[in-house]
């Protein structure tokens, strides 16, 4: 039976513990990415973690010491660093057998649908929910990595990012489920009473969020998740320098 001061590293650990033991398989050697991988992780990092710690100073967020194992490094507890150490991991590594199961995935057209459509639904929160710090900065760092990525560098590796995002979206609320709400399949599927939460090992004030969850998940969760992936992707694929497969096509043509 896990202490419940270990709660919250228990989840971390959980998160990144299959795709680091299979991280060293001769099908898939993902290790052989990690500079790319601390690379994207320490520029996600060097966004999130000030992010966080301004939040936390101001009550946008917090953490239950109940469930935490006391060590602070800042503000944060040590179990907060290393979720953006395990989360980013996982997902990497979920967005990397994408590409070596599908590496000439083509849905170029469903790719820019879903980028507008995320980049319009930031754009009404923006307006709309102005005085809401969480549901305003996690809209405005989504829109703006959306429209660099859909206008301005026009990436390729968008396709495995966006099919990979609506895979991972399982996990996600499952695991940041547990975090904002122990028992979290016990409320309701779309929960407009985020009051009646009971047992969280991270609360948000809901003056600046949606103040509407996913069982327990806060809504803008969805574009902070989006985001923190985007973001550690995007520096992860500058430093692969991986060729495009189209362009590989051609050329043994």
């Known amino acids: 039976m896990i202490q419940q001061h270990y709660y919250y590293i228990a989840v971390n650990i959980l998160c990144i513990g299959f795709p680091f033991l299979f ?10 990415n990690w500079k790319a991988l601390v690379s994207g992780i320490i520029a996600m990092m060097a966004l999130f973690i000030p992010w966080d710690m301004y939040f936390t100073a101001n009550g946008v967020w917090g953490f239950n010491p109940k469930y935490i194992s006391g060590t602070f490094l800042g503000n944060l507890p040590l179990e907060e660093w290393l979720f953006f150490i ?56 989504a829109l703006i990595l959306l429209a660099l ?48 939460i009971s047992d969280q ?4 004030n809901n003056d600046h969020n949606l103040g509407f969850r996913i069982w327990s998940v806060p809504m803008d969760d969805f574009f902070y998740g989006m985001s923190m992936l985007l973001l550690a992707i995007t520096v992860y694929e500058r430093v692969l320098k991986r060729p495009d497969p189209s362009l590989t096509a051609t050329s043994q043509a």
């Open 23 to 32: 991280s060293f398989q001769k099908w898939m050697p993902f290790y052989k």
């Open 86 to 141: 395990c989360i980013p991991y996982a997902s990497i590594f979920t967005y990397e057998c994408f590409h070596f199961f599908l590496p000439k995935l083509k849905m170029q057209t469903l790719t820019k649908y879903l980028s507008v459509f995320y980049m319009l639904l930031a754009v009404f929160f923006l307006i709309k929910f102005t005085n809401h710090w969480y549901t305003f900065s996690t809209s405005l760092v």
């Open 149 to 196: 990525h859909t206008f301005y560098w026009k990436s390729k590796f968008m396709n495995h990012f966006h099919i990979s995002w609506i895979v991972l979206l399982i996990p996600f609320y499952i695991s940041n489920g547990v975090l904002t709400g122990l028992d979290f399949w016990q409320y309701p599927l779309f929960n407009s009473t985020p009051e009646i």
């Open 201 to 204: 090992i991270v609360w948000y």
